[in-house]
């Protein structure tokens, strides 16, 4: 009976289409169409356009409804011819639905799943999640100026067992620009919302940069939150910082002059790419991106010094902690490191810059994943 | 001209094979199986028929973005073609090169080409090796009214005069380049170009194929004689959109309609050889028949036919000499 029935589905249109709307039906259920005949509008990005049937037949079902946005392939209505009966329809339709959810579950698993956009209190982060499983979740907090693709090459690997969130501060990435105060101690409250907003009571943080002073923070205020932390070249153990990155990262505004800044971040100079380097401005020149980022800079290190220091709240910590750091990082000194307590354990890097997550990866992760065993 | 019975049914079955191979991937490429882009030739079937006819394997073609007709015309099989365009390993450049890319130099085609513009060169240089070789072949570049006003289709215009290579440069006319009218973006008229150039300028009603062909032979003999490049002006109409999914917005109301009832080459076709008694139209339907069931089956077998693997990845990227 499936040979006389036709399904109609969302078309692709174009070289891109992924998705679309169905702006409306111009014929009823039950009438009859002829191959070809235009039968709905649908709408796209670029483009809005008549969809041509691609049969002879009585539309004998529409599935869906006007202003419905649907990925290419999904099923539209249901072409047969009278003789054909409701049953058969009705399985063909469920047939069809079940084979389409399942070919789209493949194509997209958990960890390639689209960031999706929070909000807590006035703002709105975009968060990426990824993994499920029993064991206490992971939260990776980035540094100035970065945003959650920092964990591209870590997030997956501790996902295996466990639920895990990345998310842009606010003033980066997807997320709402306003900084509030730029306070380490401000990102931390957002930070502490967020966590319950995702219904998640205790997390290992792993927090890089920047973030680790918002890490620390976080713990001296909620340390039921904090399970562990795990910190990459972090800021609010000392006072120096290299300025010229800061400040030229802030100022750099097109290529020539932000890549010569983003070459203090790592020891291997052709990790920066020129996509990176054309997304970080793409990114600043969004409205109140650049503010966002003078607040921080001001209110976190004025003067050309870090504003901080919560060496005192590490050595207090009560739960399992770390501190990651390449030898040869030029915006924070891993020197910051030393004289803490010998229950924190320092893992070294050699010929590795301030992302270390990045440029040693596999070495990164494997720290990662034994601190939050 | 008289012509022969035999190209007469050849003729029919490329112009009915590309028809049929176009509405068809009109509603494939809809469900999204397909990848990339397609930009379908229905309407112009014609123009690349009646030119092809003039040609043979010795010959070269270029093609455009639109060029699966001189594909067809030229003698590619359909089936390695539908294979091509789904990507799979099967098709004629192995999966790899898609709907603007097949090309089959075994036959002179160099292939459909994503770059608007970008045939008359490839084929100044094809010319210049038969010229060179003296192998008797002539090079055609297939272009549209929008590529007419490429530097690159200018240059060799150029180029292939001051060389006097056995070059035909073939202006399909469609009206548009992409959404944009002939009228407004061509400056002058294809016909003062060639004259700018010194060039010998034929042109034809491109829906008509017996024009096509006549036009065709005059000027494709003109270059294989030895005396120079030629340009050949077809006017024609699209039936599609520039691409699969561009809704049309700016073709007057019921201009496409009126093309596809008064201009459409298949019918015209048919008229022409009842009412001068040249075919019985009943051999026509025999051909109509097999080109749908060949059509058919080409879809079924590149469905089912499988995809390049990684390791295929590097095949084909180097030419050795």
Not at chain 1, 105 to 128: C, F, K, N, W, Y
Not at chain 1, 221 to 249: W, Y
Not at chain 1, 257 to 264: A, K, Q
Request: charged letters at 20%; one cysteine or more.
């Amino acid at each position: 009976m499936t040979d006389l029935i036709t399904p109609i589905t969302m078309p692709k249109f174009g070289l891109a289409m992924t998705e679309g709307k169905i702006t409306s039906w111009n014929i009823p259920s039950g009438a009859q169409v002829e191959a070809g005949q235009e039968i709905a509008d649908i709408e796209t990005t670029k483009i809005t356009n008549g969809y041509e049937s691609p049969a002879s037949g009585t539309l004998r079902r529409q599935i869906a409804t006007e202003g419905e946005t649907l990925p290419v392939g999904a099923l539209l209505g249901v072409l047969a011819e009278p003789a054909v009966s409701d049953a058969d329809i009705d399985a063909f339709i469920a047939k069809f639905q079940a084979d389409f959810s399942s070919d789209n579950a493949a194509d997209t698993p958990a960890d390639h799943a689209e960031p999706i956009m929070v909000s807590v209190g006035d703002l709105t982060l975009r968060v990426q999640e990824a993994g499920q499983g029993d064991a206490t979740p992971v939260l990776f907090i980035h540094g100035f100026g970065g945003d959650l693709s920092n964990w591209m090459l870590n997030q997956n690997a501790l996902s295996t067992d466990r639920r895990t969130v990345a998310f842009d501060l606010p003033g980066h990435g997807g997320s709402s620009k306003n900084v509030g105060d730029g306070t380490p101690a401000g990102f931390a409250a957002t930070t502490a919302a967020l966590l319950d907003k995702l219904g998640i009571t205790s997390v290992h943080v792993v927090a890089h940069s920047l973030g680790g002073a918002i890490a620390l923070e976080l713990a001296k205020t909620c340390p039921q939150k904090v399970a562990s932390l795990s910190l990459i070249a972090p800021a609010g153990l000392g006072q120096s910082i290299n300025m010229d990155f800061i400040e030229g990262f802030i100022s750099a505004d097109r290529r020539k002059t932000l890549e010569p800044v983003l070459n203090y971040l790592v020891h291997d100079k052709t990790l920066i790419s020129r996509k990176m380097v054309e997304d970080i401005i793409r990114f600043k020149r969004l409205d109140g991106a650049l503010q966002g980022l003078q607040t921080i800079a001001k209110a976190c290190f004025p003067n050309g010094r870090q504003a901080e220091d919560l060496r005192s709240v590490l050595a207090s910590f009560a739960g399992p902690a770390q501190i990651i750091w390449g030898e040869a990082d030029e915006v924070l000194s891993p020197n910051d490191a030393k004289n803490l307590p010998d229950t924190i354990p320092v893992t070294l890097l050699p010929q590795t810059g301030h992302m270390p997550q990045l440029e040693k990866a596999a070495d990164v992760n494997a720290a990662l994943i034994k601190l939050a065993k | 001209m008289q012509i022969a019975h035999d190209i007469l049914l050849r003729s029919y079955r490329s112009m009915r094979t590309i028809r049929d191979f176009e509405e068809r991937l009109h509603v494939e490429f809809a469900t999204g199986e397909i990848p990339g882009f397609v930009h379908l030739y229905c309407g112009e079937e014609a123009s690349a028929v009646g030119v092809c006819a003039h040609l043979s394997d010795t010959d070269t073609i270029a093609s455009t973005h639109r060029g699966h007709g001189h594909c067809i015309a030229k003698g590619v099989g359909v089936e390695g073609m539908m294979a091509e365009i789904y990507g799979r390993k099967t098709g004629v450049c192995h999966g790899k090169g898609g709907s603007m890319h097949i090309a089959d130099l075994s036959l002179g085609m160099l292939g459909a080409n994503g770059i608007v513009g970008g045939g008359p060169p490839l084929i100044c240089g094809a010319a210049l090796s038969h010229k060179v070789l003296k192998d008797g072949g002539v090079a055609v570049a297939f272009y549209g009214d929008g590529a007419s006003n490429e530097g690159t289709t200018l240059e060799s215009l150029n180029l292939a005069m001051v060389w006097q290579l056995p070059a035909v440069f073939v202006c399909e006319d469609n009206g548009y380049g992409e959404a944009t009218g002939a009228s407004y973006a061509c400056a002058g008229t294809q016909k003062a170009r060639a004259a700018g150039f010194g060039m010998p300028y034929f042109d034809c009603d491109g829906t008509d194929f017996f024009a096509v062909h006549e036009a065709a032979g005059q000027a494709i003999a003109h270059a294989r004689a030895g005396h120079g490049p030629v340009m050949l002006h077809v006017h024609l109409a699209r039936w599609y959109g520039h691409f699969e999914g561009d809704a049309m917005t700016y073709r007057a109301n019921g201009e496409v309609a009126r093309e596809r009832s008064e201009h459409d080459c298949l019918q015209n076709f048919r008229k022409h050889v009842t009412e001068t008694s040249l075919l019985d139209l009943s051999a026509l339907d025999d051909i109509d028949s097999n080109v749908k069931d060949e059509i058919e089956a080409a879809v079924k077998a590149a469905k089912n036919a499988p995809l390049p693997e990684p390791a295929d990845l590097q095949a084909d990227v180097y030419v050795s000499y």
